[in-house]
């Protein structure tokens, strides 16, 4: 039976396409499946599939076993399947304690993660006030001048912190050395304070503080960031009422999923 409709040249890369759908092709109480079967399955030509299955073994997807000719998944599809059910439990667990940050401070809370030399909301918590910055979970914003961004940087390891500038270089030269001084103030914040600030830099009228968060298993580097309107999150509050609430989420998290 076939799993997928067989993906048109021009609009997909069609040989990455059809190793997907031999991946999809072991059903969850399924172990060793032959090119013969895979290719019943998918409905793709043996031919394609014994190309595809051959790719996918050098690459570590499938596993195979010679004596039988058959395949199961590798230890690469077995990671990659680890780290959505990481990441899916991570944002399940995530989403009421940003709730309960939100609740205790008023400010607008959410976690980030670095993608493309931008930073995208993968969970957002809104605040209730009258006035709330208009961001959801899978808004992009810049790294630039973001707490969220210096907290990353700060704790990132020297090829992480290396290939975070290098992505955000795309926006230009000016902006990559402003991101370098960036990242050196959200170390001494880091050391000094146990979070990184931005009060009017990211947007003149809003003030922001956040913490990093690497996520085991996966050991993807986030940040939870807390935000709002100046005359709502003054310094102030955001330093001895908000920073606590965040450096005790993190620390809730780190209970719940380790260190």
């Not at 940050?101 to 980030?112: L, P």
Request: with cysteine; charged share 20%.
């Amino acid at each position: 039976m076939k799993t997928t409709k067989t993906p048109e040249a021009g609009q997909v890369t069609v040989a990455m396409a059809r190793g997907l759908e031999v991946l999809l092709a072991f059903a969850a109480d399924d172990e060793w499946l032959g090119n013969a079967e895979l290719a019943a399955r998918t409905g793709l030509p043996k031919p394609t599939v014994t190309r595809a299955t051959n790719t996918l073994v050098e690459t570590g997807f499938l596993e195979p076993d010679p004596a039988s000719q058959r395949f199961r998944l590798g230890p690469s599809a077995l990671v990659l399947a680890g780290r959505v059910t990481n990441f899916a439990s991570l944002r399940v667990t995530l989403r009421p304690i940003l709730q309960g940050v939100v609740k205790d401070t008023g400010a607008s809370v959410g976690a980030v993660h670095a993608d493309r030399g931008e930073l995208t909301y993968f969970e957002y918590c809104r605040s209730d006030g009258p006035i709330a910055i208009s961001l959801g979970t899978g808004s992009r914003v810049a790294m630039l001048h973001s707490a969220a961004a210096s907290a990353m940087l700060s704790v990132a390891a020297p090829l992480e912190r290396e290939r975070l500038l290098a992505d955000a270089s795309v926006h230009g030269p000016d902006e990559m050395a402003a991101l370098v001084a960036q990242a050196a103030r959200g170390a001494a914040e880091m050391a000094e304070f146990g979070h990184c600030r931005s009060f009017g830099l990211w947007h003149p009228h809003v003030n922001s503080i956040a913490v990093p968060y690497r996520v085991p298993v996966t050991g993807m580097l986030t940040a939870i960031t807390a935000a709002g309107p100046i005359y709502a999150m003054t310094p102030e509050h955001l330093v001895s009422v908000v920073a606590p609430r965040l450096q005790a989420a993190v620390a809730d998290l780190q209970r719940r999923f380790g260190l």
